[in-house]
Each structure stands twice: as structure tokens, then as C-alpha cells.
């Protein structure tokens, strides 16, 4: 198993760095995208900790709007500009969140658990839009920001923030891998299938989910600090349920199995979003819906599960 | 009524597990009342009774799954009363289950290996997010121990797809790869087919005695029990009515009304169930 | 196919699902395999019809492990099942009625108010009090004394023992999705007159409706009435005193509640017997 690990990781490095390089190659669009994509690729991240433990949250854009606006308060009311030092500050921030919300959350499972998240979202959203000061529903724009001191302009400010959120997501893939890795990571499956007799093991299960909460609370605030900067606005819509749908739909058509997954599984979803919101504007939330339920249907393992099922069949057929 | 238990701590001897006046009422049901039993190291214990006579109850209070309402337990002089079972365990008492608890999706190696991996971790949130859970000495563990339970044709297999003997097996190696003291099973030879008991038992048995493990476990099978415990403990109504060695106390007319049945000398052996 | 040779020691005792095959074809290939192979031993006379039963016993638990594996589908399935409806709803709605809102004033204005003492109340208001309070009687009745209230109450209690007992589980469940659909549907079309009908009106429902739950119970009828009064009577007060934290207190009282009774006023909870 660690063999397997050991090359998945090279390859994930790699894919990293080609990444990374092919940056200044690519029109600014797809550079966008690609940042985007990767920013929230970070949330997927955290309900894929959450997911294995057999917890859907839907209210993962809480923490992800919270990172969006630490970000644009903190440059507009204390004029810090820096990139690394804002992204540092919103996952704090809603790290905090969640360890504050875990003391709820962490003692509820399944539908409670998932609708619990969704609720304590939308309150966020509802608390926003009625905040005339915070632009209410139009939300208002994040300072362009500096790279320890370097400020890049246009496509040095894009290629700039792309090559961070590739760096951010590296560092964040890497500590994920480790916790799952671990005993409290490795938990998930066991917690999944028999809570009981994990708590007679000698572990008290809602701290370890509690954990899980701030971990994903955590990737979710810079995943939302990452998208802030990119987009340059924010508004109480990141809050939104839809959002957290959004983060929801990844990780089912990723699945669960490998850290990879998150990231081609965001990129593939932000450019089918992209694509069918350009060619059927008036249909596409409807196609997404359609891809959702086939892949719930047909899929439950997400995309990742076909990799697997490739590979062991090349396992199985070479003599 | 016969009482005395010839198993008496010799003087000096601490008691592994001491239990005094424990009651555990649901509202007006009285599961269980006025328990007072000394166990001393490595000694083996069977509890017998009928279905309902306290003794899932009593197994449930001393593993910390149920607090109770009257009454003390101490593990080696230390007072665990109602601490919750995650604290227990990690003092040195675990338990295997009437029912298996395994986790049906893993197979038995990632079984042994996660229970192995937590026994070894220090408890704490970030205690365990620091140690991996593949590691050398836990992957040691699992090994062993599911060598010792005889289940290692089994290693690689989905846990949810196995016979029931070897679920067991498992439930049990589970509860004893941390190295437990003091191992509680509830009904270990349940569903279990008559001719695959005593190979069961016979393996556990030596497995736990290689540990050095003192045993408690609940029985409905008298021969299992007369053949394995060193002393029986038989509940009736919620309390303990008789405490001694097997033959003492399945021979103690009480017992025999309420929960064995007597004897019938017949040719064909035939063992009691209660 | 490999599975059909008995491994040595093991006498077939596993079953194989192979990578090409999908998990519709391979679960009745295997139950069908399993169940042949139970009623060949029952044929072959054998002179241990113990053994015989034995062996038809492990091929049945073989079949339920399998079931297990495939059956045990989160209940969360449900909510992604029905968000991924929910996103196509949205665009046939907007295909069919566009996307502008709609304002339905007219049965509000047409029912009139009634005085009392200086309050002047709008008898749409109190129709829709009756309404519901009706709505909760029948479904209050219906769950205790219709013979589908009493099979949906059985599949809650214990799902596999109702199916064993011949209900069919999947007729229940859809029929209980059905009726919630339309007590769904029923709350917004009457609620269609006192607000602007737009879209995303259903999801801000859901979060008021899960506080409802929440505080109530899950399950509870009675739960849900109560539910309801106090997250009106908050919500109406917040609106009324500071309307930004509207939600907040709704959900500050939900913690409350939960905080003293994690499920609900009127549901205790059930620990899991072991």
C-alpha cells in the first residue's frame, strides 16, 4: 500500500509542477479558471475528511464566505495587503468558526448533520444581505493583493495568484494525505460503519468529528480566500446554498478515494459549468442536475472509482 | 443457599475487578440489584442465568455502556464507576459483544489493524492525528493476534461476509490486541452451531490464557461452562445467587430450579442450556 | 470463473464479484448460487441433518452479508437525490412560467378580516391556522389507526423485520415521499397569497422547517406543532425588533432546546442495544 501511495504522490507532484509551468502558456481565461477551480478544490478537500466519516455537510460555503470576507475586511479596514498573510488569516478565522460550530455539529449525524449545515450557512447569508454596510446583496470589492511586498499587475497578478492557489493546494493536498494517513484520519471508515465499537476501542468519536469539522472549516476558509482574491469581489451568494450544492456536486462526481480526485474533479466541473452556461444559459442548471442524479445513480463512487476499477483490472490481466 | 466462594483473594492479593451493592433501575424495572463479587487475576469467571437476569446488564455497567444507579466498581482499587467506556478501555478493561461489533466494510487485517493502531495511540485528538496508523508495531499487533485467533485464512476478507465462527473470532481479537487486563465476553459462543463451541472456546481460551488475561464471560451452554471457568457466578432476577467453583454451583439446588433444570440421569449425556 | 473450484479447507465458502461485472447482474447471480448450493446439501440425504442445517445457515448469511454491503446506502442519499431533483425543478420552472415573480393577493383580499378588540386579524390567516391544525389531526390519526400508518411505523421501527414479515418497504417509502411532497407543495400554494412567489422561496422554507423539526423531534407530530408556535412566535418577534437576526434567534432557541435535549422536545433518545 505505501508503494502505491509513495508513486501516487510523485505523480501528483508532478502533475503539480506541469501545472505550474504551463501557467504562462495558457490565456488568462483558462488561467482563471483553472484558479478557480483549484481555490475550491481546497473545499472539496474538507468534505472529502468529512465524507468518509460518512458526514455530508451542505453547509460548507460557510466557512468558504467567511475566508472571502476576512480577506476583503481585513485589506479594506486594516489596509493589509498581503496575499499570504490574508489567506493565513481567513483559514484562522474559519477554523475558529468551526471549532465553534463543531460543539453543535459534532454530536449530529446524517440528515441532521447535513441540514444542520445548510441551516447555520444560510444564516450567514441571511445576516449578510440584511447588512447595508457590507453592500448587502451586491457585496463590494477585495483590494488587489501584494505577494510579500511584489505587486503584480493584470497577467502577472493572474499567473501570480494561480501559481499560489497551486502551491496552497499542493501544501493542503500533502497534510490531508497525512491525516488520512494517520489514526484519527483513518478513523473515517470505521466511525462510518460502527460507532460503537470505536468508542470501546478507547476513542471518543464526536472529538475526532469535531476535528473533522475544523479541519474541513479550515480548507474551506482559504479555499474561499483564494476564490476572493481571484474573482476580486465578494458577496453574501458565497454563503449560499447553491454554493455549498456546488461543493457538494464535486466531491459526488470525484468521489471520495484519492486527494487527486478533488482537484480534476473541481477543474472538470468548473469547465462543464463554464461550457453549459455558455451554450444553454437558460438550461444548465438542469444539466446539472441531470449529470448529478446519473452519477448518484450509476456512479456512487464518483469518477476516482473508475480509476480504480481501471487499474486493478490492469492488476488482474498482466500474468 | 451455597455462597462461599473457594476462589478467595489470598491475603495481599489485589482483586482485579471489585464490584459492591451495584442496582441499575430503568424507572420501575429493577435490572439489577445488590452485585458484590471479587475477582482476583486470571482467574476465569462464567456467568450463567436466564435470558433478562441482569447479566448483559451487569457486563454493560462494569464496560462503562450503562451508568449504574446505586453501587461502586473498582478495577485494581480504582474507581471507574460510571466513567464512559472510552476511558475504560484505555485502563486496561474491554469486551467482545453478544452480537459482533466489527466494521463490516474493512477486512479483517484493516480490522485488527485500526483496533491495534487506537490501542496504541495516546486518546487525545491530536495524540492521534500524530501517529499513523499503518504502522510497524501496529501491523505487528494485528498480525499476531490474528494469528493467535487462528483467523489468518481470513486475513484479507471483507469483514461483512464472515461466517459467523470467525466474526467472533475477530470481535474478540479485537477487544484483546491492545493487551487488555480484564476482558469481558458477552455470550461468546452465541449462534454459533453445538459442535463448533467448544473449538471456539478452546481457542479463545488459550488465546486469552497466553495473555494472561482474566476472563469474565456469559454463557448459556452449562458444559462450555463447567469444562472453561474456574468459578460461576449465577444471576436470577437481577442479583447473584450463587458464586463458586462449577461443579459447587451448578450442583446448588437453587440453581437448579431456577436456571439449569436438574439434571436428568439419561444415557444419552444430553448437556444443559439454560 | 474462478469461484465455482472450492478452495482448499475453505468448502466455497466465498463468493466472488468480478470487475467487469456490474453489481446489478452480480447480486442475483450470487444469491441464486448461494441458494443452490443450500438446497443441493438439503438434497443429498446426509446422516447429520445438523450438519446439513449448518450448512444451509452459512449459505443464508452469506446472502444477508452481501445485502448488507449493498443495501446499507446513507440516508443522505435521499437529500443529494433530492437537491439534484431540486436543480432541475428550478429550470422547468423557469421553462414553464419564466423567470419573474408573481404576486397572488387575490383569496387573501377576497376572505376579508374580522375585529377583536383592537386587533384586526385577516381571516386567510385563521383559515390557514385551521387548515394546518386539520392537516396535523389527519395525519396524526392516520399514522395510528390506517393500516399504512401502522406498516410505515413498523418500517421506521425495524426495517428488515418488516420486510421479513413480507411489507414492502419500497412501496411504504415512496408512498411516504409522495405525501411529503405534497404537504410540501400543499404549504406553498397556500402560502402562495401572503408572500411574492419567486424562485428559491423552497429553500428558505427548509431552513425554517428543519429549526421546526429540530426543536420538535424528528418524528414527532406533536413536536411539530410546538415546533412550529415557537419559531413563528420568535420569528414574528425578531422581524418585528431587530430584523437581521432573524434567523439567529430562531436558531439560538433551536440551540437551546438542543442543548438540553440533543433530540428534540419530544423525542428521547434511543441508545443502541448492544
Redesign the interface.
Known amino acids: 500500500?505505501?508503494m502505491a501511495n509513495g508513486r501516487a504522490q510523485l505523480v501528483g507532484g508532478l502533475l503539480f509542477l506541469l501545472a505550474a509551468a504551463a501557467g504562462p502558456a495558457l490565456p488568462d481565461w483558462i488561467v482563471s479558471l483553472a484558479t478557480i477551480a483549484f481555490a475550491n478544490a481546497l473545499v472539496v478537500l474538507g468534505l472529502i475528511v468529512l465524507w468518509r466519516a460518512?458526514l455530508?455537510s451542505?453547509g460548507q460555503a460557510l466557512y468558504y464566505c467567511i475566508g472571502a470576507y476576512v480577506v476583503a475586511l481585513t485589506a479594506r479596514w486594516t489596509g493589509i495587503t498581503d496575499a499570504f498573510l490574508l489567506v493565513l488569516l481567513a483559514g484562522i478565522g474559519a477554523g475558529i468558526t468551526a471549532v465553534l460550530v463543531g460543539f453543535?455539529l459534532a454530536?449530529y449525524r446524517?440528515?441532521?448533520f447535513?441540514?444542520?449545515s445548510?441551516?447555520?450557512s444560510?444564516?450567514l447569508y441571511?445576516?449578510l444581505v440584511?447588512?447595508e454596510s457590507l453592500g448587502s446583496t451586491d457585496g463590494f470589492s477585495v483590494m488587489t493583493p501584494t505577494f510579500l511586498g511584489y505587486a503584480p499587475h493584470r497577467e502577472a497578478l493572474g499567473l501570480a495568484l494561480y501559481w499560489m492557489t497551486l502551491g496552497v493546494g499542493a501544501v493542503g493536498a500533502v497534510l490531508v494525505g497525512v491525516?488520512f494517513?494517520?489514526?484519527?484520519?483513518?478513523?473515517a471508515?470505521?466511525i462510518?460503519?460502527?460507532e460503537?465499537?470505536?468508542?470501546?476501542?478507547?476513542?471518543?468519536v464526536n472529538?475526532?468529528i469535531?476535528?473533522k469539522v475544523t479541519i474541513a472549516g479550515a480548507l474551506g476558509g482559504v479555499g474561499g480566500a483564494l476564490a476572493a482574491m481571484t474573482v476580486g469581489h465578494v458577496d453574501p451568494n458565497m454563503a449560499y446554498?447553491t454554493t455549498s450544492?456546488g461543493f457538494?456536486f464535486v466531491t459526488?462526481l470525484a468521489g471520495t478515494a484519492s486527494v487527486a480526485a478533488a482537484f480534476v474533479g473541481s477543474l472538470v466541473f468548473e469547465g462543464v459549468r463554464s461550457f453549459a452556461y455558455d451554450v444553454m444559459p437558460?438550461?444548465?442548471?438542469?444539466t446539472?442536475?441531470?449529470v448529478?442524479?446519473l452519477t448518484?445513480l450509476f456512479l456512487?463512487d464518483g469518477l476516482g472509482s473508475l480509476v480504480v476499477?481501471l487499474r486493478?483490472?490492469r492488476e488482474?490481466k498482466t500474468p | 443457599m451455597n455462597t462461599t466462594a473457594p476462589v478467595t483473594i489470598a491475603s495481599g492479593e489485589r482483586p482485579i475487578l471489585s464490584v459492591r451493592d451495584l442496582e441499575k433501575t430503568f424507572g420501575s424495572l429493577v435490572a439489577a440489584r445488590d452485585i458484590t463479587v471479587s475477582i482476583p487475576p486470571q482467574q476465569t469467571v462464567g456467568v450463567i442465568g436466564a435470558n433478562g437476569a441482569g447479566k448483559t446488564t451487569f457486563v454493560n455497567m462494569v464496560t462503562g455502556h450503562l451508568m449504574p444507579s446505586k453501587g461502586a466498581i473498582l478495577f485494581e482499587d480504582r474507581e471507574i464507576t460510571g466513567m464512559p467506556s472510552r476511558e475504560i478501555t484505555r485502563l486496561g478493561i474491554s469486551r467482545s459483544f453478544q452480537v459482533a461489533q466489527i466494521f463490516p466494510s474493512l477486512s479483517v487485517f484493516d480490522n485488527m489493524c485500526i483496533a491495534a493502531a487506537i490501542a496504541r495511540s495516546s486518546g487525545g485528538v491530536l495524540g492521534g492525528l500524530a501517529s499513523p496508523v499503518a504502522s510497524p508495531a501496529a501491523i505487528a499487533e494485528a498480525e499476531s493476534t490474528i494469528e493467535l485467533f487462528q483467523i489468518s485464512s481470513y486475513r484479507d476478507t471483507t469483514a461483512s461476509t464472515l461466517p459467523q465462527g470467525v466474526r467472533k473470532l475477530l470481535d474478540i481479537g479485537m477487544a484483546v490486541v491492545g493487551w487488555p487486563r480484564l476482558l469481558l465476553l458477552d455470550e461468546p459462543t452465541s449462534g454459533i452451531s453445538i459442535e463448533e463451541k467448544f473449538d471456539l472456546m478452546n481457542v479463545v481460551m488459550s488465546a486469552l490464557k497466553s495473555r494472561k488475561i482474566t476472563v469474565l464471560f456469559v454463557e448459556h451452554d452449562m458444559e462450555i461452562v463447567g469444562r472453561f471457568a474456574d468459578r460461576v457466578l449465577a444471576f436470577y432476577d437481577g442479583t447473584v445467587i450463587a458464586d463458586g467453583t462449577p461443579d459447587e454451583t451448578l450442583a446448588d439446588p437453587q440453581v437448579q430450579e431456577l436456571i439449569t433444570g436438574v439434571k436428568l440421569k439419561s444415557a444419552a449425556g444430553a448437556g444443559g442450556h439454560a | 470463473m474462478a469461484d465455482r473450484q472450492a478452495l482448499p479447507g475453505t468448502l466455497a465458502m466465498s463468493y466472488r464479484i468480478h470487475f467487469n461485472e456490474s453489481l446489478a447482474d452480480a447480486v442475483p447471480r450470487i444469491v441464486c448460487e448461494q441458494m443452490e448450493r443450500a438446497v443441493a446439501v438439503l438434497t443429498v440425504p446426509d446422516p447429520d441433518v445438523t450438519q446439513a442445517i449448518h450448512q444451509v445457515r452459512k449459505r443464508c448469511k452469506k446472502i444477508r452479508g452481501l445485502l448488507r454491503l449493498v443495501y446499507g446506502r446513507d440516508e443522505v442519499v435521499v437529500v443529494l437525490v433530492t437537491y439534484a431533483t431540486f436543480l432541475i425543478l428550478e429550470d422547468v420552472i423557469v421553462l414553464i412560467w419564466g423567470p419573474r415573480s408573481y404576486a397572488a393577493w387575490q383569496p387573501m383580499v377576497a376572505a376579508g378580516s374580522i375585529e377583536v378588540g383592537r386587533l384586526i386579524l385577516s381571516n386567510y390567516d385563521i383559515i390557514l391556522v385551521g387548515i394546518a391544525a386539520g392537516l396535523a389531526a389527519l395525519a396524526y390519526w392516520s399514522l395510528r389507526f390506517t393500516r399504512y400508518g401502522r406498516l410505515l411505523t413498523a418500517v421506521i421501527f425495524d426495517r428488515e423485520t418488516a420486510a421479513a414479515f413480507g411489507v414492502n418497504v419500497t412501496l411504504v417509502y415512496t408512498a411516504t415521499f409522495l405525501i411529503g411532497a405534497m404537504l410540501g407543495a400543499l404549504g406553498g400554494a397556500v402560502m402562495a397569497p401572503k408572500i411574492s412567489v419567486t424562485l428559491g422561496i423552497g429553500v428558505e422554507v427548509i431552513v425554517l422547517a428543519f429549526a421546526v423539526v429540530a426543536i420538535g423531534g424528528m418524528g414527532s407530530i406533536e413536536g411539530a406543532l410546538i415546533g412550529a408556535l415557537i419559531v413563528g412566535i420568535c420569528r414574528a418577534a425578531a422581524v418585528h425588533l431587530v430584523p437581521q437576526i432573524e434567523l439567529f434567534v430562531i436558531y439560538g432557541v433551536m440551540a437551546l432546546v438542543l442543548a438540553v435535549r440533543p433530540y428534540g422536545l419530544f423525542v428521547r433518545a434511543q441508545p443502541r442495544k448492544i
Do not use: C
Open positions: 500500500m505505501s460518512g455530508v451542505f453543535l454530536r446524517e440528515i441532521f447535513a441540514m444542520l445548510l441551516a447555520l444560510m444564516i441571511g445576516v440584511k447588512t491525516y494517513r494517520s489514526v484519527a484520519g483513518a478513523l471508515a470505521p462510518r460503519d460502527n460503537i465499537r470505536v468508542e470501546f476501542l478507547g476513542v471518543s472529538r475526532v469535531h476535528a446554498w450544492g457538494v459526488i437558460s438550461l444548465w442548471q438542469m446539472l442536475g441531470s448529478l442524479l448518484i456512487p476499477k486493478r483490472r488482474t
